[in-house]
């Protein structure tokens, strides 16, 4: 497979941070995230003109061949996190840098802030957290000392012993009414972003609606969002095993990977990925 460039398509875009990502917010441009755990592919991905790369914890499942997220420790997360950070320091750095907080490492605020500094002494520029009402107080404890944060709601992949699967969430209207609620939470408590996984399309537009400050990145969650993440392998279609329903193998239509990432920026930028229809849990 090449990673030669078809087209620079990022070279004149500055360097991202919180203060344009709340203006992409404010302005309706669609928001570009996909994970990279590696320094390579952060490159190619910063050349593709992502904005956001997501070291996640789905390294576990995709790098470390584990079939959950769980056994991820927040050393493989300082490891990978400081590969993609030095992959773009010899790039021109413009996505930002957005750290997974793995499983058992944010228990309590002052839990969540050691590991969150370790994490942005890694290069991280901002970490994400998954969980609702209960991660509030943590939110504003990192907010407050410095830390930019991302949550994740709908399907979360730590819990699920508790969910009982990688299940669509927000299906009944109590928990489409508790989503709701734990969106604008996080929101008040500080989070500028949130991971919106596998919720109905319906529920995730109306949350993105309700969000002011935080903007909302959709995965298995419709085209409402204010923007998309996906997982890299999913979207070259080299994931073994199975692959979620909601991702798309942008390889096959582009021949590079470079081009892949292109041409999941470009559908995403005018709103042809996701399609509703295909993602109507
Ligand atoms: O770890 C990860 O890759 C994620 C995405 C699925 C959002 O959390």
Redesign the pocket.
């Known amino acids: 497979m090449s990673v030669q460039p078809s087209a620079p398509t990022a070279s004149l875009r500055p360097a991202m941070n919180m203060h344009s990502l709340m203006k992409m917010l404010a302005e309706g441009e669609k928001i570009t ?1 996909l ?1 990279a755990y590696d320094a390579t592919f952060a490159a190619v991905a910063d050349l593709a003109g992502i904005e956001i790369i ?1 070291v ?5 499942m ?1 790098c470390q061949g584990h079939n959950s ?1 769980l056994p991820v420790t927040l050393e493989a997360m300082r490891y990978h996190t400081e590969c993609v950070a030095r992959g773009l320091q010899k790039q021109n750095g413009r996505p930002l840098v957005l750290g ?1 907080m793995p499983f058992g490492s944010y228990a309590t605020p002052e839990q969540a802030f050691r590991s969150a500094s370790v994490l942005m002494q890694a290069g991280a520029h901002m970490v ?1 957290l ?1 969980g609702g009402a209960w991660l509030a107080p943590t939110v504003e404890f990192l907010v407050t000392r410095g830390i930019p944060v991302c949550g ?1 709601l709908g399907l979360t ?1 730590q819990s699920v012993n508790t969910l009982g699967g990688y299940r669509v969430q927000g299906r009944t209207e109590s928990a489409a009414q508790q989503l709701m609620n734990d969106s604008l939470l996080l929101q008040n408590a500080g989070a500028q972003a949130l ?1 919106l ?1 596998m919720v109905p399309a319906v529920l995730s537009g109306e949350i993105t609606h309700a969000l002011k400050t935080c903007a909302t ?1 959709g ?1 298995g969650a419709g085209v409402d969002t204010a923007g998309q ?3 890299l392998h999913d979207m070259l279609g080299v994931t073994q095993g199975k692959v979620p329903k909601f991702a798309h193998n942008f390889m096959t239509e582009s021949g590079s990977i470079l081009g892949a990432m292109q041409a999941f920026v470009q559908a995403v930028k005018t709103k042809k990925f996701p399609i509703n229809e295909l993602h109507a849990w």
């Open positions: 995230m994970t997501l996640g914890d789905s390294l576990g995709v997220t997974d994400k998954e994740h992949p991971v996984e990145v995965i993440i996906l997982v």
